[in-house]
């Protein structure tokens, strides 16, 4: 039997079923068999979870409550880490306009800003008693001269 252009023409029906017929026979064999494993191993793990929490439904002693709080920190850890490996894939999304992506995606800007009424005098313009000298340096970082405004100005 010669395969060719004409024959595939003409025999069309056949060659689509003899193609359709095994791979719907292989896909109804993986929805049966296979995927209906890979769900069961999914429900088992979910609802060992709903088991641990069902658990956690009425409190009766401070016992209960330190378990919660256990697993309340556990899940903040992963929380955090969660946010923090988001943050690492998404850092490069969120730059600066133009030029000033250099300077200030290196944290060159102020995060504490203290201000002032203009008529307040100098020995009233300390900055708060919890934040010390070393706090401070890490707290303001470098801001160029022309982005310092003094009390009063706009």
């Known amino acids: 039997m010669k395969m060719d252009k004409e024959f595939l023409l003409k025999n069309r029906f056949w060659v689509l079923l003899t193609v359709a017929v095994p791979l719907t026979l292989v896909a109804i064999v993986y929805l049966l068999y296979i995927a209906p494993m890979s769900t069961a191993a999914l429900k088992n793990k979910i609802d060992k ?4 929490m069902k658990g956690f ?4 002693n401070a016992n209960h409550v330190s378990l919660a709080d256990k697993a309340l920190k556990e899940v903040k850890k ?3 880490g969660v946010w923090e490996v988001a943050w690492k894939d998404q850092e490069k999304l969120y730059t600066w306009p133009g030029p000033l992506n250099d300077r200030y ?3 060159y ?8 009424p ?5 020995d009233t313009m300390t900055p708060p008693a919890s934040t010390a ?6 707290l303001l970082r470098h801001v160029p001269r022309r982005a310092v405004r003094r009390p009063g100005q706009l």
């Open 49 to 52: 979870a709903y088991k641990d």
């Open 57 to 60: 439904d009425k409190f009766k």
């Open 78 to 80: 992963q929380e955090k």
């Open 105 to 107: 995606r290196e944290g």
């Open 109 to 116: 800007y102020a995060k504490v800003i203290t201000i002032h």
């Open 118 to 122: 203009p008529d307040a005098k100098a």
């Open 133 to 138: 000298a070393e706090e401070k340096k890490q």
